[in-house]
């Protein structure tokens, strides 16, 4: 029980500092209301109704986000592999060669498609 004291302990800091910051926040800071904070914000993009009239929504944003979680979850599966590429020995290096080239096609679908041009 005593390996899981200091984790229960920063998870009330972290808890007491969350609700701390929440709160001097709402009450430190301005109270002006307008019309505009209440808008949805589309990542720059006036927000419209697209969809009674037919017209498509633009992805460009999602598709840069889901990029960047491809290339995110590749980082963090290649820190583990590089820490232990002494054990891992041969299949370890043949094994994440076939992971980065798994990942490398949704990187060459995304850049021909025009993914990453902000035109």
Not at 2 to 17: C, M, Q
Not at 39 to 50: K, L, N, S
Not at 62 to 83: G, N, Q, R, S
Not at 94 to 119: K, Q
Request: aromatic share 16%; with cysteine.
């Amino acid at each position: 029980m005593n390996a899981y004291v200091p984790i229960l302990v920063l998870g009330v800091i972290a808890i007491v500092f969350a609700v701390f910051s929440v709160m001097v926040g709402t009450m430190v800071g301005p109270a002006r209301y307008n019309r505009a904070k209440f808008d949805a914000y589309e990542c720059g993009i006036e927000p419209t109704m697209h969809a009674p009239t037919g017209q498509r929504f633009p992805v460009k944003f999602y598709l840069t986000a889901m990029l960047f979680i491809i290339f995110d979850i590749e980082i963090v599966f290649l820190y583990p592999w590089a820490v232990h590429l002494d054990v891992l020995g041969a299949f370890g290096l043949v094994a994440m060669a076939l992971f980065v080239v798994n990942v490398s096609v949704a990187y060459v679908y995304e850049w021909r498609r025009g993914g990453l041009g902000w035109d």
